[in-house]
């Protein structure tokens, strides 16, 4: 079961190609519902509820802090409020991110302080702390991943790793000419979504709840990300890389790199591709679409 909200605009192209499974049902609702949500919780009764529902571009929070605080925040609240009012023994994942620890220096783990530098990370901290509290007040196996970036082809176009591979697939195939930037020092731990998808199943079948940092450990700049994409496709990223401010946010985030040991101790899990190797694949993935749109 999914749920997805109603839009005027068909805007699921990275799940179409779920459509046609007759295991998979969505619904539509709004994590801002909280009735809609206690009805459909009690109709589907499930033994498991991911909510990975946000508004979750970090330069968008900056735009619009009142929306990213009612989806992210009051959302997961209201969530969790419907999974107790229904009664349920269901296993309840959050995803939170790294972004909640904004200024802390690397790395960070799950006794960092948390000083988010967003109303992006703001929000998803709120929604970290109420998912402790509904584990500590009303035995909710509830659980929170604190999930470093993690990306694959179907990242948005929007955020920056994407941003740079469909670029470089563009300008290899001679159909743009450039790509424009913001902060290129910035360093992330980048790792492959599908192996943190993994985690986030892993933290529910333990035999108690917790919390857990899930990263490469790894941290690279923005630069070398470009550096590794334009170069998997022959190029030198500094004759198409272009610098905007406009694309910096108000109040930026250094560094962030993770130390996920306890998730290694505990769950028996860790990330497999590097950061390098993930720009490489994703080069890839979208010099096919590019090629699957030309040969049109």
Not at 23 to 37: E, M, N, Q, R
Not at 38 to 55: D, H, K, M, W
Not at 159 to 184: C, M, W, Y
Request: net charge negative; glycine share 8%.
């Amino acid at each position: 079961h999914g749920l997805v909200r109603r839009s005027s605009s068909m805007n699921r192209g990275r799940i179409d190609h779920l459509h046609t499974d007759p295991a998979l049902k969505l619904h539509y609702g709004d994590l801002t519902d909280g009735v809609g949500l206690v009805n459909l919780i009690r109709s589907i009764r499930p033994e498991e509820v991911y909510n990975l529902g946000a508004q979750s571009h970090v330069k968008v929070s900056f735009d619009m802090p009142d929306y990213t605080a009612s989806t992210n925040s009051i959302g997961t609240l209201n969530l969790l409020e419907a999974i107790r009012a229904a009664g349920l023994e269901c296993r309840f994942y959050q995803a939170s991110t790294s972004e909640m620890f904004g200024s802390t220096p690397p790395p960070q783990d799950e006794e960092s302080k948390f000083h988010p530098r967003s109303p992006y990370g703001a929000s998803k901290l709120q929604a970290h702390w109420v998912t402790v509290n509904y584990r500590e007040a009303y035995g909710l196996f509830a659980v929170s991943g604190i999930l470093f970036n993690h990306e694959s082809p179907r990242r948005g176009e929007n955020f920056v790793t994407r941003k740079i591979t469909k670029a470089v697939a563009a300008i290899s195939a001679g159909i743009q000419d450039h790509v424009e930037l913001g902060n290129l020092d910035a360093v992330r731990d980048w790792g492959f979504a599908p192996e943190y998808v993994e985690g986030m199943w892993r933290m529910l079948q333990a035999d108690e709840p917790g919390d857990y940092v899930l990263a490469t450990g790894v941290g690279h700049t923005v630069r070398d990300f470009c550096e590794a994409a334009f170069a998997h496709a022959g190029l030198d990223w500094k004759q198409y890389v272009k610098y905007n401010d406009g694309f910096e946010r108000p109040s930026e985030v250094d560094a962030l790199i993770g130390d996920s040991s306890r998730a290694f101790e505990v769950l028996g899990w860790k990330a497999q591709t590097t950061a390098l190797d993930l720009a490489r694949l994703m080069v890839d993935s979208d010099r096919k679409d590019v090629e699957r749109l030309l040969d049109r």
